[in-house]
């Protein structure tokens, strides 16, 4: 008699395998890739180790250095955090005066580095 070849689990579903047949293809999808984004290993912003976890929605703590820090969602660094603090940085590098610009920052909503608003 011949024997069944085993074939490997989750393969094409991931993490999403434990939903079964349920709630649709796109759905698990997208929560495999949502998930798989979430536990893969980020950089802490103070140490620069790979040992940044999710504590909750949009809290990662790092576990080398303890430092705790906001962020996106499912991500340590959202696409808006980077352009922000991005621009955050050539301000301070062509050395703009920040109590000069807290005039327009309060305009425009923006929060300064330091929490002062006017």
Known sequence: MTRKQK??????TKSAGRFGA??????RKAITEI????????????????SVARRG????????????FSGGTYIPQ?????TAQRAINKMVDR???IE???GTAAEAGIELPGGEEE
Request: with cysteine.
């Open 7 to 12: 074939r490997k689990k989750g393969k094409k």
């Open 22 to 27: 349920r709630y649709g293809r796109k759905i």
């Open 35 to 50: 998930e798989s984004k979430t536990n893969a290993a980020h950089k802490c912003p103070k140490c620069e180790r790979y």
């Open 57 to 68: 929605t949009g809290i990662w703590k790092c576990s080398k250095c303890g430092f705790t």
């Open 78 to 82: 959202t696409t808006m955090g980077m």
């Open 95 to 97: 050395g703009i005066e």
């Open 100 to 102: 000069a610009e807290a």
